[in-house]
């Protein structure tokens, strides 16, 4: 695969994106159809109320239909590249339900936890499956440590890896543009990770998810235009969870996605602190919106998480490539 059909991959999926997304957003906003904000955020969010989401829509079918033109054209097209796609259409599926329920009832909340959870669980089972019969072996890389075999228990990593993630990342989504800047860090680290194992297949799909994503960026930034929504943010931290399992470099996206991680470790402590002491550690959780009540701006925060997330993949991809 040249340099040429790689930067193909990411125009195709750009120009889709941005294209596609004005009609998307004035769909939106004709039948004055929007995201609700939850009463429990900031206040100074409440603004937000009303602006369209699942951006996410246009983002993965940009994503499907680039990613599938250039692997067919470039006879990438195998097993691997069809799990990845598939990871990402599920889980948006998934997020699109969910939306779609907070949009008729005109309420924050859409599906019940346990129905997310179990469609997760079954996309991580398929991938798995397809997995086993591509060959891969049921192994984890860490480091300092090797090769850790698991056999069959392998299922279990991936489902808890494939779940976390995609929640993750969701609980990220919360300031204008942040998943949006976070994930095009993230995909970036795991294309170079692919580019040199010469899996082409995986950075197809990386490079697509880049084009897509700098597409979104131009109506995600503050102020939003739209939002990705559940069905966006699911997606890309299933396909994340998917991609850094297929690269066999699992351990590497706790730095590489050291952002979505502490946002979740944020959640928990928050929960668990409440729980145990009836204190609570941050003034509010996810912890992009404990800086934001310390008086930090939307574009503040965006920068350093951006940063944080930067200096993450870096470190990580000098361990590996090192």
């Not at 997020?95 to 469609?119: P, R, T, V």
């Not at 991938?127 to 049921?138: A, D, I, K, R, S």
């Not at 297929?246 to 602190?273: D, K, N, P, R, W």
Request: proline content about 2%; aromatic content about 12%.
């Amino acid at each position: 695969m040249n340099s040429m059909e790689q930067i193909g991959t990411m125009i195709v999926s750009f120009l889709i994106t941005v294209v596609a997304m004005p009609s998307f957003i004035n769909y939106f906003r004709n039948r004055n159809e929007g995201q609700m904000i939850r009463e429990e955020g900031p206040k100074w969010h409440e603004k937000k109320s009303g602006t369209p989401t699942m951006g996410g829509l246009i983002f993965i079918v940009a994503i499907t239909v680039s990613s599938l033109l250039f692997e067919i054209t470039s006879h990438q097209i195998n097993a691997t590249g069809l799990i990845l796609i598939f990871i990402l259409i599920m889980y948006g599926l998934l997020g699109f339900w969910d939306d779609s329920i907070k949009l008729m009832k005109k309420q924050n909340e859409g599906l019940k936890a346990w129905q997310k959870f179990l469609g997760q669980v079954v996309g991580a089972v398929i991938f798995y499956l397809v997995y086993l019969h591509e060959g891969f072996p049921q192994v984890l890389n860490l480091p300092w440590i090797g090769n850790w075999h698991l056999g069959i228990w392998f299922v279990l990593f991936v489902v808890f890896w494939l779940v976390g993630f995609s929640n993750a990342v969701n609980l990220s989504d919360g300031l204008d543009g942040l998943v949006s800047g976070l994930a095009i860090i993230a995909f970036g680290a795991y294309a170079i990770i692919a580019g040199v194992q010469k899996q082409f297949d995986v950075l197809i799909f990386c490079l697509a998810i880049i084009g897509a994503l700098l597409g979104f960026f131009i109506f995600n930034h503050k102020p939003a235009k739209i939002f990705m929504g559940d069905m966006g943010s699911l997606a890309l931290g299933g396909a994340l969870a998917a991609v850094s399992i297929l690269v066999h470099h699992e351990a590497a996206l706790l730095l590489i996605g050291i952002v979505f991680v502490c946002e979740t470790a944020s959640v928990i402590l928050q929960v668990l602190s409440f729980k145990l002491t009836g204190h609570r550690i941050f003034k509010m959780s996810p912890i992009h919106h404990h800086f934001e009540m310390l008086g930090w701006s939307e574009w503040k925060v965006d920068i350093v998480f951006w940063c944080v997330g930067l200096i993450g993949a870096v470190i990580g991809l000098i361990g590996i490539l090192n």
